[in-house]
C-alpha cells in the first residue's frame, strides 16, 4: 500500500489516498519517516534488519528453499 500511495501521492494527494484505502495517513508518513531516518525503527524492526543477511546466506546455501526446518 505505501509503495501505491508513493507512486500517486504527486496526482491525487496522501490524504484522498488513504481515505480510499483502509490506511490512516499517519501510519503513512510513520513509515516514510522510518524510511528516512532508520533510528526510528522499532528495537525488532532493527534486529530483523541486523538478521536480514544472515537470513539470506542461509537461504542461498540451502538451495533457496525457505523454511522454518531448512532456516
Known sequence: MIAVIDD???VHGVEPICNVMPIAPSTYHKHVA???DPSRLSARAKRD???KPE???VFAENFAVYGVRKV
Open 8 to 10: 500517486n501521492r504527486g
Open 34 to 36: 522510518q524510511r528516512q
Open 49 to 51: 534488519l541486523a538478521f
Open 55 to 57: 537470513v539470506a546466506r
